[in-house]
């Protein structure tokens, strides 16, 4: 019954390495997002997609590449980690590009 | 200078108690206000959203925005050991749905 569900919860890995975290809605939302959250707790956007077009893509390194395959799953492809990766990210979903944005349990990455 | 500040806290208060928070912002293309409450390791969960400059009342919380001055904040009365939490405030602009967060404040509420 989970609405927004990620997976993993935690992810420890090496630097260097790839990793995805995957993200599933099953509110019938068009529109998702992905947020990072670091050691102070700020929370700041990376991506949104609606209708698994594009529609916000903040200052992120392109080794940060989001893929929606369809409207109800968006998951974050990282390709050569780094230490300063390491955060909280969370999905979260909204009806439409103005509505409430329900936010998912988050997945704690860790880069060693 | 980040576009929204938060008092990080931690703010502690008594059972019972009123907790007061608040939120400036520097950007006045800024319409609509929410309020998040974040528990320990979980997503945020939206509390309180407004747009108009005024307060907005739910239950135990309240919501006030003042756009002149730029000044948001959120009341929680008779409050509660269950809600110790990080409480973020967050915003965004009359078009698209880019919230742009503070950075929170962590408030403990002793029994």
């Known amino acids: 019954d989970t609405a927004v569900s990620q997976t993993p919860k935690y992810l420890v890995t090496q630097m260097g390495n790839d990793k995805s975290i995957k993200c599933e809605q099953n509110l019938g939302h068009d529109t998702m997002y992905w947020y990072k959250q670091d050691s102070k707790k700020f929370l700041k956007i990376m991506f949104s997609y609606n209708n698994k077009e594009l529609i916000i893509n903040e200052t992120v390194p392109n080794r940060f590449s989001p893929k929606s395959p369809d409207k109800a799953h968006l998951n974050l492809h990282i390709n050569s980690l780094e230490l300063g990766d390491s955060a909280v990210y969370f999905c979260?979903?909204?009806?439409?590009?103005?509505?409430?944005?329900?936010f998912g349990p988050g997945t704690r990455l860790t880069v060693l | 200078q980040k576009e929204v500040e938060q008092d990080p806290g931690p703010l502690s208060v008594p059972e019972g108690a009123i907790v007061s928070l608040n939120c400036t912002y520097s950007n006045s293309a800024f319409q609509y206000f929410m309020w998040y409450r974040q528990y320990s390791r979980k997503g945020p969960e939206l509390l309180m959203y407004t747009y108009s400059s005024g307060n907005k009342e739910d239950g135990r919380f309240t919501a006030q925005v003042d756009k002149s001055s730029k000044y948001i904040s959120l009341f929680i009365r008779d409050s509660q050991p269950s809600d110790s939490a990080t409480y973020l405030c967050a915003m965004r602009k009359a078009a698209g749905n880019k919230l742009t967060f503070g950075g929170g404040t962590r408030v403990l509420v002793k029994p």
């Open positions: 979260a979903s909204s009806q439409d590009n103005f509505s409430e944005q329900f």
